[in-house]
C-alpha cells in the first residue's frame, strides 16, 4: 500500500501544478498518518508557512485561510510558525486570527512570527495596483492578474534592500517610524512619476482595496468581531493626490505590530528544538511550481520561491532529507491571465460543473478549468521532486450519462510544423503555439464521496487514475528506466478530513496495471 513512512521529521507541503490544488487539506491528513504511526498526540510540532503571503489562500477541514497556515485546525500542533520567506501585513493576522478564536481555534498563543518575516503594508498594495495600470496603459500590454495583496512590492523591497522585519516591531519607534516613512514616500512616488496613475486610478485604489478587504471579512463584521470602518483604507489618504497621511499610517502599523509583538520570536532555534525531540515539522507552500518566479512564465508567476529549497530558507535550516508531497486536482485550474493550454470548452456541462466549485479563496476570482496536464506535472516531477502524489477533487469529475469522455493531456503539438514535445518548453513564444494533445478516457456517473477504499471506486476512475499516474511517471523519466517514481499516496474524494482515499497500491503495482 502507498502509506510508506515519511523518510524525514521535514515535510513539504507543495503545489505541482498551478496553485489551487488543495494543499491545505494535507496538513491534517499528514499529522493524523503521523500519530498513527508513532501513537504520539504531539508529533507534529511545527506547521510553518514558507512563502508568499496573504495571497496563498488555503482551506483546511472548510476553514478558509490566507495568511496562517492550515496547522490552526489541528489543535495538537504546538506552533503555527511564519518563516522568514513570508510577507505579511500585521493586520491581516489580527484580521484572520481573531475570528478564529471566537470559532474556539486557538491562535495566537501558538502563533509565532519569525523576527526577519517582512513587513507588507498598504504602501505596497497601491504599488501593486499602480503596476498593473503601468503594464496596461504605458506599457500596453495585458493585465497580470495580480490578487492587489501586495506581495510582488514587498518583494521588491527585499531584492532593494528596503526591506522592514517584524523584529522592528521589538525595536525603537523613532526607528519604526523612519524606515517606514521612508517607504511610503517612496510608493507614492513611484506611483505617480513612473507608473504615471492619474488622480481618478489614485483615489480608486482606496476603494477597491476597502471593498477587497470588505468582502474578505464579511462573516468577521457579520458575526460582530470587526466594525466595518476597519477595513476603510481612505484613512491612509493625505490631503492631495498621491500622498499618504504619513502619521497616522505609520501609527496604525505600529500598533498592529505592538498586538503581536509577544508571537514575534526566533523561529529559526524553534525548528532545531522541535527537531531534538524527534517531532516533525510540516512546511506549507504557497502557490505551486509552476508559479515560482524563476521557474514559472513570467509575468504569470508569483514573487516567491514555491519549491523545497526555499524551506530550508525560510525556516534557516542547514540541508537536510525532507519528505516532500506533490499536490495536484483530478482537473486543473488557473487563475489570472495565464496562457491555459488544456482550458476546457465553457459550453460543456462538465465545464459549467466545475467552474461552480473553483473560487479563489483570497480574492474570490472564478478560476477557469482545463483538462489534467499530465506534462506539467511530470516537468515538475523531473526537476522539482516529489515523493508523494497526491490527487484531489477526483469526485468533482462525475459525470452524466451522455457526457463527453474525459481528456487527458499527454503531449503538446506544434501545429505548424506537427512536432510533439513530452515536456513544458521554456521558450514562452514557442510555448504559446501549441495545442495539447489528448488521450481519452471513459468517464464515470457513480458518485463516489464517499468512497474510502481504493478498490471500490468505479473502474472509469480508477483507470483514469492509474493512466495519469502512468503517464507522469514515463514523460518524467523521458522513456529511460524509472528512477523517478513517486507514491500516490492520497485520492481527495472531497473536502473534507475524512472524504480521502489511503488504501492506494504501491507504485509498483500501479505500473503494472
Not at 470602518?229 to 505592538?258: C, H
Amino acid at each position: 500500500m502507498a502509506l510508506t513512512k515519511f523518510k524525514s521529521q521535514l515535510i513539504a507541503d507543495t503545489g505541482i501544478s498551478m496553485g489551487d490544488e488543495g494543499k491545505g487539506r494535507l496538513v491534517y491528513e499528514v499529522i493524523d498518518e503521523l500519530k498513527s504511526q508513532t501513537k504520539k498526540d504531539n508529533i507534529a510540532g511545527i506547521v510553518i508557512k514558507v512563502n508568499g503571503g496573504a495571497n496563498s489562500g488555503h482551506t483546511a477541514g472548510n476553514v478558509k485561510l490566507n495568511l496562517l497556515p492550515a496547522g490552526v485546525i489541528e489543535k495538537s500542533v504546538e506552533f503555527l510558525a511564519i518563516g522568514c520567506g513570508v510577507v505579511a501585513d500585521p493586520r491581516k493576522f489580527i484580521w484572520e486570527g481573531e475570528p478564529l478564536e471566537r470559532q474556539g481555534y486557538n491562535i495566537f498563543s501558538r502563533l509565532v512570527i519569525d523576527e526577519r518575516t517582512l513587513l507588507s503594508d498598504v504602501g505596497h498594495r497601491l504599488l501593486d495596483l499602480a503596476w498593473e495600470k503601468y503594464r496596461v496603459n504605458v506599457l500596453k500590454e495585458a493585465p497580470r492578474g495580480s490578487t492587489g495583496r501586495g506581495i510582488t512590492p514587498s518583494y521588491m523591497d527585499e531584492v532593494g534592500q528596503f526591506q522592514i522585519w517584524y523584529s522592528d516591531f521589538l525595536g525603537d519607534y523613532a526607528d519604526f517610524e523612519k524606515k517606514l516613512a521612508g517607504q511610503l514616500l517612496r510608493a507614492c512616488d513611484t506611483i505617480k512619476y513612473v507608473c504615471k496613475v492619474s488622480e481618478s486610478d489614485w483615489d480608486g485604489f482606496f476603494d477597491i482595496l476597502t471593498n477587497a478587504e470588505l468582502r474578505a471579512n464579511a462573516a468577521a463584521i457579520e458575526q460582530g468581531v470587526f466594525d466595518k470602518s476597519e477595513f476603510d483604507f481612505s484613512v491612509f489618504k493625505g490631503k492631495n493626490p498621491f500622498e499618504l497621511d504619513i502619521e497616522k499610517t505609520v501609527k496604525i502599523y505600529w500598533n498592529a505590530g505592538q498586538k503581536l509583538a509577544k508571537n514575534i520570536a526566533d523561529v529559526r532555534e524553534l525548528c532545531q528544538k522541535v527537531l531534538e525531540e524527534g517531532r516533525y515539522i510540516i512546511g506549507e507552500f504557497g502557490q505551486a511550481y509552476w508559479l515560482d518566479k524563476r521557474h514559472g512564465f513570467a509575468p504569470n508567476v508569483t514573487a516567491s520561491h514555491t519549491t523545497v529549497p526555499e524551506f530550508f530558507q525560510s525556516a534557516a535550516l542547514p540541508v537536510m532529507p525532507v519528505h516532500t508531497l506533490g499536490c495536484c486536482k483530478a482537473y486543473d485550474t488557473k487563475v489570472g491571465t495565464h496562457l491555459f493550454l488544456t482550458k476546457m470548452d465553457d459550453e460543456k456541462p462538465l465545464t459549467q460543473k466545475l467552474k461552480k466549485l473553483e473560487f479563489g479563496t483570497s480574492t474570490g476570482r472564478q478560476r477557469m478549468v482545463g483538462w489534467f496536464d499530465c506534462v506539467e506535472k511530470a516537468d515538475t516531477l523531473r526537476y522539482g521532486g516529489y515523493d508523494d502524489l497526491i490527487i484531489n477533487k477526483l469526485d468533482a469529475l462525475k459525470c452524466e450519462e451522455g457526457w463527453e469522455d474525459l481528456n487527458v493531456c499527454v503531449a503538446y503539438k506544434d501545429p505548424e510544423t506537427g512536432k510533439e514535445y513530452e515536456y513544458v518548453p521554456r521558450s514562452d513564444s514557442l510555448r504559446k503555439k501549441l495545442v495539447p494533445v489528448y488521450a481519452k478516457l471513459k468517464p464515470f456517473t457513480k458518485d463516489i464521496s464517499n468512497v474510502r477504499s481504493f478498490a471500490d471506486l468505479p473502474k472509469e476512475a480508477k483507470d483514469y487514475v492509474v493512466f495519469c499516474f502512468k503517464t507522469i511517471v514515463r514523460l518524467a523519466n523521458r522513456g529511460k528506466a524509472q528512477t523517478r517514481v513517486p507514491n500516490l499516496r492520497y485520492i481527495g474524494v472531497g473536502p473534507m478530513p475524512a472524504q480521502i482515499i489511503r488504501d492506494i497500491p504501491s507504485a509498483e503495482e500501479l505500473l503494472k496495471m
